[in-house]
Structures are given as structure tokens and as C-alpha cells.
């Protein structure tokens, strides 16, 4: 969509033609008034009629997301055991005459996390390389710099023969040809296993192999690969997925563009029996604190083989999650991690195999539950990781408060007493943590009521203050000067329109507030009608930025499971936003010309570029009625104040060009839904 300025100036009237010069003749002067009066009103209109369309946009995003959630409750109960069973009744019924076939039922939308099939079909053939790329590849391998060997690490055990010679010649079409591929058979039964790995060790040279003496599982026959290995790098393979042919030559790329590197991972997608692909993960680059809640890295991995070897390869006590556990240790030892933002690897779907059925993999899970509690000890951190029932896999770490001190709650409002009211009785009514204080800062409020409502609770409780503040609306002033009263060693900005859910909501912020590596933490915010209005921020998303998961249902697990663990974001919403003052005073406080919009997302880029990462919460819950005590942006004068913040933002951040690192750049900007970016 074209901005108004630009509409307006493409049409002649910013680009100077209108201007009065003292030239002019004293009858042009009137006519430059009534010029410049009408182009300031065509100005404003445009600017309103952008932010309507924006509107209208996000209705039909948020009735495409509950259509979305009711064909996914369709199919869940189509999948059931009882719908197959149905089924199979009416099958046999209608097999003998006496009735109609199983009921078919269209769920009418997909609900992939990543958008349908054909959207990924078309950024496929966009985006993946065609066979003159993977020539001119194989030309440019030997050219690079710096061609280290990649051994690719392959456990195999009974694997299906089409699948382990799938799996076999996926490595030998590699465009880069340094690489050598080390076969460990973990005592398979079956002698066609031993046959087809000699068969083609036999062929080329660089495949190699040992065979075990006895079952010892992934994490044991993985580290008999490791033995094999010499390689500076080594990535692993599973014996039933599949390299896409330019993988080894992107990791090689990458190395080269950065040899410091000492892992990288790719993006993946499935792909069934037939060779369908579906649900492409596109993941976001290294991010310290994702990774404690869900192992979003997978495949292709590949490390540095002298940290492999230092830290022992993988841990047999965590087969299930024994690559979640190597990336954590792994990460201990160096932040030199690298993200390639292509898909890579095949993670096959079939009968036996975790892709199909990762619920199946309970082990899987305790094992996860178990890498993460020992991170925590040896990072000298206490806490522990609780286990999400409804997103097997997923975890929320629970960290124990070590550097507790007062909480400044700060809540600014202009009238809206009834809000206020809300806001309060629900941190009173839900707050564990106690100690705490609550500054309502009155920023001009005329209404008696609304005045009375503040000075009651000031009047019933002590940790409750309430600070004039006659300015005209400046949601930066507003908080830094209340900042300047507060006396709380943590800082939580709150929207007075805002409604605490979460028992403990308080001390869950703070539990990770007072890591030295954190600098803000922001909460799950949600609309009256229990839909998502803020999990994160995203920058880039319409121009400037955008909420993560907006419109999502509740109950939603998010973009692989992004709802239900703590994510690093580059930003989140102040409308409840927590921080060390410490941090807060280190990165001077809000910029007050951000009076309107983007004053959060300033503080959050500052506080990135001051060193420390940001979080938000899935256990930390709120209501959040939205920009009540200021209005919508509406009218002519807001719409242009809008405009003017999100240019300053463009020319401060280049935010419509930067690429969010806790993002995927294969991911939309347009929407707030994780759609395939085309």
C-alpha cells in the first residue's frame, strides 16, 4: 500500500509547486492560503482513510484466524479414534447394502502454521535452487577461500531400504563435494542393512562405515559416526531424511562469510512417503532464551568437531532429546552460532518415525525436561523447567528470585476511572510477589468520578500513589516522570486499561527480569474475546512493527509452539513491560518525541543495542482493552502524529528494512500470522 505522502506527492502537491515565493503577486498570496489549507486537508484525510484500510485489514485477519481454529477442532475430531472407528461402521454397512458410506466432513480452511500447501509450493519454486544452481555451486565450491570437510554423522538402524539409500545418495549429490559421510549401523538385524552400506562404501571412497556389536541406541551409534569423523565440521543425518542438494555448500558459504563460526542451523521442512513437502519451520537466528523453552534448532546442524569431541559427542541418558541437550552444552562453550535462513533438510514423516507422531515420544520429552534443569545447574542459574501439557515439548522455565526488591507499577491515565479500578483490583487480587508500589500517574483528568476512583485507592492503601501530571498526552513524558518518583529497583510500564489473569503474574516477570542478560520482559496480552492482541513484537510488520500471533485463539500453541514457551523478541508492547531500572537509566529512558506510537519499540531497539536480549512470557497473562485512554487513532490529527513518529522511526531504525533477527526473513511482513513471505 502506498503511504499518503506518497500518493500526495506523486499527485504534486509536497513536492513544492504550492509554495508562496515573496515574488508572488499580492493576489497569489490568498490563493497559496486556500492552497496550502486544502492540501493539508487532503493530507489528513488520506492518513485517516490509511488507518481504516489497516483496520478493515485486521478484521479480516482476525475472522481468517477463528475460521482457522474452528476447522482445526474439526479436523482433531476427524483424526480421532472414535471418528475412525465411525468410519470404519459405516464402511462395512454400506459394504453390505444396509446404509451410507463414513460422513466426509470439509473443514473448509487450512490451519498449518505456515500457510497452506500451495503457498509453500509457491515459494518452493521460487526460492529453492534449480539444477543450473547446483552446477554453477559445484563450480564455486573450489573457488571458496576456505573448503573444509563436512563429515555428515548417519546412525542407522533397520532402516527401510528405499529410505537408507534415499538418505545415502542425498549426501552423495551434494554440490559441494568436501565432505565424507560416516555410517554407524547400530546392530541391525536385518543382513540387507550391512549389504546396501557396503555396497556403497564401496563405490566412493568418502563413505565409510562401522557396524556395532550391539543395539546401543541413537546417542551411542551417533558417537560411533563421530569416531569415524575427520572433518572440521560434522553435522548429523537421520537414516531416514534427506539433504537438499545445496546444503552442504550453504553451510560452506556460510563459513566462509564468517569463519569465527562454530555451529550453524538451517531451516527444515517434512516430507511424507509419497515425497510431498509440507510445514516448512522457518527459524529465527540464535536466540539464548527461545532455546530453554523448546528445541527450535532440529536439523541441519552442524558443529565444530573440536568442541564435538571436547564435549563427548551426545549423552545416551537423553536419547529422545539427545540433540536438544548438545545444543545446550554445546552453546556453553561458544556464541559463535550462525543461522541459514534456507531449508536444508527433509525430516521425513512416516508409521514409525517422531515427525509423525512427536507425542508418541513421551521419553522424549522427561529427557528435554532433564537437559534443560541440568543447564540451569551447570550456568549456576536456579530454576527449573516445567513441561506444557497441551505442546508436548515445549517448556516454561521457572526461575527461583534471587535479586528481589520493590516493583514500581506505573499506570498512566487520563481519566477512565472505571478502568483504572479494574487494572487495580486485579493486581491487588492476583499479585503474590509482595513487594510492590503502584503509581497512577493523572494526566490532566477533568471527570469527578474518575478523580474520586483514584484518591480512593490512594486512601486504602499505602503502595498505592497517584502523581498530577497536566501535560498534553506524551506517553514517553508520562513515564519517565514517573520513573523520576518511582522508587522500585524494577520498573513494570502497565496500560491503565490492562486486567492481570495470571496468579503470580508479578513475580513470573520478575523471575526473569533479574537476569543480568535480560534487559525487558513482556507478558501475553489478549483481547476481551479471549483472542491474541500481543505475544511479541516483530519488526518490519506493516512499515514499522507488529504484534506476533495477533488474532490467534488462546488456547492457540502458536507457530511451532511459539505460545507456549518464552521467546526472545526484538521488542515488546510497553502496555506491560517489565525492567531493572538499572537498565532503564543506562539507555536514557523513553525518547519523549515518540509521544504517540513506537516509544516501546525505541525502548526495546535501545535496550537490544545496549547488549541485552528481551523475552516474552506465555505463563504471564493479561487482558488488554487497548489504547482506551487515549482513543483510536482516528482522527486527523492523530492520524498525522502517527505518521510523523513512523518516519521518525524509519529514518532512526530503517525498520521497513531491517531484518528482525528474532524473525524469519521468509516470513510476512504484512500480516501478524506467520504466512510464507512471497
Keep these: 500500500m502506498k503511504s499518503p505522502e506518497r500518493i500526495l506527492r506523486e499527485n504534486g502537491r509536497l513536492n513544492g509547486n504550492s509554495d508562496f515565493s515573496p515574488g508572488d503577486s499580492d493576489e497569489a498570496y490568498p490563493r497559496f492560503l486556500a492552497e496550502r489549507t486544502e492540501n493539508g486537508r487532503l493530507r489528513t484525510e488520506l492518513a485517516a482513510a490509511q488507518l481504516l484500510a489497516e483496520r478493515l485489514r485486521d478484521q479480516s485477519a482476525h475472522y481468517k484466524h477463528q475460521a482457522q481454529y474452528f476447522a482445526s477442532i474439526v479436523r482433531l475430531m476427524q483424526s480421532s479414534k472414535f471418528w475412525g472407528l465411525r468410519n470404519a461402521w ?397 522508587k522500585g529497583d524494577y520498573l513494570l510500564f502497565l496500560n491503565n486499561d490492562t486486567e492481570v489473569i495470571s496468579v503470580g503474574w508479578l513475580g513470573g516477570m520478575i523471575e526473569w527480569a533479574q537476569r543480568p542478560a535480560i534487559g525487558a520482559v513482556g507478558a501475553k496480552l489478549f483481547y476481551p474475546d479471549d483472542t491474541i492482541q500481543h505475544a511479541g513484537v516483530v519488526i518490519g510488520i506493516g512499515g514499522v512493527a507488529g504484534h506476533s500471533h495477533k488474532y490467534y485463539p488462546r488456547e492457540a500453541p502458536g507457530y511451532f509452539s511459539m505460545l507456549c514457551a518464552p521467546v526472545n523478541y526484538t521488542a515488546v508492547t510497553g502496555a506491560c513491560l517489565m525492567m531493572r531500572r538499572e537498565v532503564f537509566d543506562e539507555i536514557g529512558g523513553f525518547d519523549e518525541s515518540l509521544a504517540i506510537a513506537f516509544n516501546d519499540v525505541d525502548l526495546c531497539l535501545r535496550v537490544r543495542q545496549a547488549g541485552y536480549r528481551i523475552v516474552a512470557l506465555p505463563n504471564v497473562e493479561l487482558y488488554h482493552f487497548e489504547s482506551k485512554s487515549r482513543g483510536q487513532d482516528d482522527t486527523a490529527e492523530k492520524a498525522r502524529r502517527f505518521i510523523e513518529e513512523q518516519q521518525l522511526m524509519q529514518r532512526r531504525w530503517w525498520v521497513a528494512g531491517m531484518s528482525d533477527p528474532c524473525y524469519s526473513p521468509n516470513l510476512t511482513l504484512v500480516h501478524e500470522n506467520f504466512d510464507i513471505r512471497m
Design 90 to 486: 459405516f464402511r462395512a454397512k454400506r459394504a453390505v447394502g444396509r446404509g451410507p458410506g463414513p460422513l466426509a466432513i470439509d473443514a473448509g480452511v487450512s490451519d498449518s502454521p505456515v500457510g497452506s500447501d500451495d503457498a509453500y509450493l509457491l515459494w518452493r519454486t521460487k526460492h529453492e535452487p534449480r539444477d543450473s544452481d547446483i552446477t554453477r555451486m559445484r563450480r564455486d565450491a573450489s573457488a571458496l577461500r576456505y573448503t573444509p570437510v563436512i563429515s555428515v554423522l548417519m546412525p542407522t538402524y533397520e532402516t527401510p531400504e528405499p529410505m537408507l539409500r534415499a538418505a545415502i545418495e542425498s549426501v552423495q549429490r551434494q554440490a559441494y563435494p568436501f565432505w565424507e559421510l560416516c555410517i554407524a549401523d547400530d546392530a541391525s538385524p536385518s543382513a540387507y542393512v550391512r549389504d546396501v552400506i557396503d555396497e556403497y562404501c564401496a563405490a566412493d571412497s568418502r563413505i565409510k562405515a562401522v557396524f556395532r556389536g550391539e543395539t546401543g541406541h541413537i546417542s551411542r551409534a551417533s558417537n560411533s559416526a563421530l569416531e569415524l569423523a575427520t572433518g572440521e565440521f560434522a553435522g548429523y543425518l537421520d537414516h531416514d531424511d534427506l539433504l537438499t542438494p545445496d546444503a552442504l555448500y550453504e553451510v560452506a558459504a556460510a563459513i566462509n562469510a564468517d569463519p569465527e563460526l562454530d555451529m550453524l542451523y538451517s531451516d527444515e521442512d517434512k516430507i511424507d512417503e509419497t515425497g510431498r513437502l509440507s510445514e516448512p519451520h522457518f527459524k529465527p537466528d540464535w536466540s539464548p532464551d527461545s532455546i530453554l523453552g523448546r528445541n527450535y534448532i532440529c536439523h541441519f546442524s552442524v558443529y565444530r568437531r573440536s568442541i564435538l569431541n571436547e564435549l563427548g559427542g551426545l549423552r545416551p541418558a537423553f536419547d529422545g532429546s539427545q540433540d536438544y541437550d548438545l545444543v545446550l552444552r554445546f552453546s556453553e562453550r561458544t556464541n559463535r552460532i550462525g543461522h541459514i535462513p534456507r531449508v536444508l533438510y527433509h525430516w521425513r514423516r512416516h508409521a514409525n518415525s517422531s515427525a509423525a507422531d512427536p507425542v508418541a515420544k513421551t521419553y522424549a520429552f522427561e529427557a528435554g525436561r532433564r537437559a534443560i534443569d541440568e543447564a540451569l545447574q551447570r550456568r549456576g542459574e536456579t530454576g527449573s523447567a516445567e513441561p506444557v501439557e497441551r505442546a508436548p515439548g515445549s517448556y516454561v522455565v521457572r526461575f527461583t528470585i534471587t535479586r528481589p526488591g520493590k516493583v514500581s507499577i506505573i499506570i498512566p491515565t487520563r481519566d477512565h476511572g472505571d478502568d483504572v479500578d479494574r487494572c487495580l483490583t486485579s493486581i491487588f487480587e492476583r499479585t503474590v510477589y509482595p513487594d510492590f508500589e503502584v503509581i497512577v500517574v493523572d494526566n490532566g483528568s477533568t471527570n469527578a468520578h474518575d478523580i474520586a476512583t483514584f484518591r480512593r485507592w490512594e486512601n486504602a492503601d499505602p503502595r498505592v500513589r497517584v502523581l498530577r501530571h497536566d501535560v498534553p498526552f506524551n506517553f514517553s513524558n508520562i513515564n519517565n516522570f514517573a520513573v523520576s518518583h518511582a
